[in-house]
């Protein structure tokens, strides 16, 4: 796909901008939103108002039964062109939008045209798309990791076409040790996509393919829709070997593409893409080695030196044999006494450990505890009947106390208590709280009295003189 040229970033058109922007300025700005948000389109339409200048570019207007849209094929492309356009064609543009900064048209530039039928096979295209795309077919966790560096690759494509010798000469100069070979099928017409279909079954049972490159050149939508054939896909997607789709040119797709675990823009481009750069690979593995030599040159020197100081080190003693056997002897001699100190102090300490464990003798300490525990038993009896006994004789005085002040011990000594009838009846202390034909009880020690008062009156006796007040 040709690289479209950008024109700046996009202005922010918000009325609260405060800049003010000049035709040209806001036309290229334009430009720039439209070749960024439709990079790639195709549409179908109807031709109108073709004409051909003397620059040899087409102009004319794509149009349906509700709008229309300028459009332009530039000289160059159209050598792709199978026959000439003529007006009142339905036809699929494919292309990129675009302004025309003079007039501040906007307009269609074509890359493909396409003739007889092609908005129906298009349609068809996309209704394939979308079912296999629902089936899971172009899924990414399906696609099949391609070799690093494959031994084989088989090309399944017509050994007559352009394609094909291309792909072999990019591959034979990047990577000529890869063997290439060349599965003949038709590519284009109603039995290639069968035929297309039968040859990936078959490389597949062959053991030394690693790779298989679906290879095709470019052309029209009906030229390339064998590669859009379901048979076609579905083979793709049930290889056990990787498979690279490179059919057409950079501006085409098929389903073969969307199937395949690696798309390819070209055949050529096919094979930059399998295949690593030998040289490349030879002049990396050229600079490891070098690498490698040095790094093991310098540890090798890095070792001889030791090995020189070393021997210089041993050259240097000068002690006799015969010193240091003596030497060795006395060593001998002295490891010997202080192995035998060392048992002997052992010894003691194991002699001295047994005493304390005869003391500490877990049988002599149970029974020492248990005796103790006995103690403690008798003696907590002991506490617990005298506090018992202490407690007893503490309820019994407060209970003597509490007996003395009893309301109960003041009844049974005859007196009484009086208050008003019913539940919750006040306590009568003075004859001001009752009126005469009232009713009271009478709480006695025993029992209570249910009465009716007949008369009040205060009564005071003193010694010598009685002194008494009625009330009716």
């Not at 002040?405 to 208050?419: K, N």
Request: aromatic residues 6%; positive net charge; charged residues 25%.
């Amino acid at each position: 796909m040709k690289s479209l040229r950008r024109a700046g970033p996009a202005p922010n058109l918000t009325m609260d901008s405060p800049r003010i922007f000049t035709v040209s300025e806001l036309t290229a700005s334009i430009r720039g939103l439209l070749e960024t948000r439709f990079p790639f389109v195709s549409v179908a339409g109807e031709i109108s108002n073709l004409r051909q200048p003397y620059s040899g570019h087409l102009y004319f207007t794509l149009k349906d039964d509700r709008a229309q849209i300028k459009a332009v094929l530039f000289k160059m492309q159209q050598r792709y062109l199978s026959d000439q356009p003529v007006d009142g064609q339905q036809v699929v543009c494919r292309g990129r939008l675009s302004v025309y900064e003079p007039r501040g048209d906007y307009q269609l530039i074509v890359d493909t045209l396409d003739f007889h039928g092609a908005g129906a096979m298009q349609l068809a295209f996309e209704n394939l798309k979308k079912k296999l795309a629902t089936e899971g077919l172009f899924a990414e966790d399906r696609k099949k990791p391609l070799p690093l560096m494959p031994e084989h690759i088989t090309l399944v494509t017509s050994p007559n076409g352009a394609a094909v010798h291309d792909f072999i000469r990019v591959a034979r100069s990047r990577c000529p040790q890869t063997g290439l070979a060349v599965y003949p099928v038709a590519v284009q017409g109603e039995q290639a996509a069968g035929e297309i279909a039968a040859a990936i079954v078959d490389i597949n049972t062959q053991p030394h393919t690693d790779l298989i490159v679906l290879c095709r050149g470019g052309g029209s939508l009906e030229d390339l829709w064998a590669f859009n054939e379901e048979q076609l896909a579905r083979a793709i997607a049930a290889s056990r070997l990787p498979i690279v789709s490179a059919v057409g040119h950079e501006i085409d797709f098929t389903i073969a593409d969307f199937a395949a675990d690696l798309r390819a823009p070209t055949p050529s481009a096919a094979a930059e893409l399998i295949l690593p750069d030998s040289r490349a690979l030879a002049l990396q593995v050229d600079q490891l080695r070098g690498r490698l030599y040095r790094t093991m040159t310098a540890r090798l020197e890095r070792y001889a030196g030791r090995t020189a100081m070393y021997r210089q080190q041993l050259g240097m003693m000068r002690r006799p044999l015969e010193q240091v056997l003596l030497k060795l002897d006395h060593s001998a001699g002295a490891m010997e006494r202080a192995v035998r100190n060392r048992l002997a102090a052992e010894q003691e300490r194991l002699a001295q450990a047994a005493v304390r464990l005869r003391r500490q003798n877990p049988l002599i300490l149970l029974q020492l505890r248990g005796r103790q525990l006995v103690e403690q038993q008798r003696r907590l009896r002991h506490a617990a009947g005298i506090f018992l006994e202490n407690r007893d004789r503490s309820l019994a005085r407060i209970a003597g106390v509490l007996d003395a002040v009893s309301p109960l011990s003041t009844l049974a000594r005859g007196y009484s208590i009086v208050r008003k009838a019913g539940d919750g009846g006040d306590i009568i202390t003075d004859c001001d709280q009752v009126e005469k034909n009232s009713r009271i009880e009478v709480i006695l020690h025993r029992g209570y009295l249910e009465c009716t008062v007949n008369k009040t009156g205060e009564k005071r006796t003193r010694p010598g003189k009685k002194i008494s007040r009625k009330r009716e």
